[in-house]
C-alpha cells in the first residue's frame, strides 16, 4: 500500500483543501499528516484557539483517516537547514510514496511558509532522499487563475464528517458562522454534474 503524504499549514486546511480526497482514498492508502504550527496559539479576532482543542480534532480526524501524523511548532518562517533535514528524516523512513500534496503558495504567510519548506523537502528527488511518483496543489483557501488541472470527484457527506470534527474554529470564534465554513468547504471545487469536486493543481508527475 502506497503512503500519501499531505503537508498542511494549520489543522482544518487539510480538510477544507481535500478533505473529499482524503476520505476517498482513506482505504486505498496510508495517508500521513505533517502539520506545520507555525505558533503555540492560533489568533483569530482577538481570540485564542488554544493547542490543547488543535489537537483533540487532529486526533479524531486521524482516527477517521486511519492516518498517521505530526505535529511540528516552528519559529521561524523560512526553510532553514534544521526544518528541512527533520522533515526528510521523519518522511523518508516511509517507503512507497505515491503523491505528495502541498499547499498552494498564495493567501496568507502561513500557507506560502508552508509550501517553501514542503518544497525544499521534496525537490532533491536525485539524492535518493525521498522518492514519490506525483508533487500536487491543494487549495486551502478558493483561489482563481492558478492553473488547476486536475480535479478529483469526492462525496460530500464524506467530508463533512471531517469538517465536524473541526467545530472549535467556528464555535470559540465568532468571525466565521457554522453556515459560512460549511459553504466554503463545499463550493471549494467545481460541480461535477451531481458530485463534487475538488480542485488540484498538479506540479510533478512521473505515472505514465
Not at 34 to 42: A, E, I, P, R, W
Request: net charge positive; proline share 2%.
Amino acid at each position: 500500500m502506497e503512503t500519501w503524504v499531505v503537508i498542511s499549514p494549520h489543522a482544518d486546511d487539510e480538510v477544507l483543501g481535500m478533505g473529499g480526497v482524503l476520505m476517498k482514498y482513506r482505504n486505498k492508502v496510508k495517508w500521513l499528516i505533517m502539520y506545520l504550527y507555525f505558533t503555540g496559539y492560533k489568533k483569530l479576532s482577538g481570540m485564542e484557539i488554544k493547542s490543547y482543542d488543535l489537537m483533540k480534532a487532529i486526533n479524531r480526524v486521524a482516527k477517521i483517516l486511519n492516518a498517521q501524523y505530526y505535529v511540528f511548532r516552528l519559529n521561524d518562517y523560512l526553510p532553514t537547514r534544521e526544518n528541512i533535514n527533520m522533515l526528510q528524516k521523519i518522511i523518508g523512513a516511509y517507503n512507497n510514496i505515491g503523491r505528495v500534496y502541498l499547499p498552494y503558495w498564495c493567501g496568507n504567510q502561513e500557507h506560502e511558509a508552508t509550501y517553501r519548506i514542503g518544497e525544499r523537502v521534496f525537490r532533491l528527488r536525485s539524492d535518493g532522499r525521498i522518492n514519490y511518483k506525483e508533487l500536487i496543489i491543494y487549495f486551502p483557501e478558493k483561489t482563481i487563475n492558478a492553473g488547476i488541472n486536475m480535479i478529483e470527484k469526492i462525496n460530500w457527506d464524506d467530508k463533512l464528517k471531517l469538517l465536524e470534527e473541526y467545530e472549535f474554529v467556528f464555535s470559540e470564534v465568532g468571525w466565521l458562522s457554522k453556515e459560512q465554513y460549511y459553504y466554503a468547504a463545499k463550493y471549494h471545487g467545481n460541480l461535477i454534474g451531481e458530485d463534487y469536486g475538488e480542485e488540484f493543481l498538479r506540479k510533478f508527475s512521473i505515472i505514465r
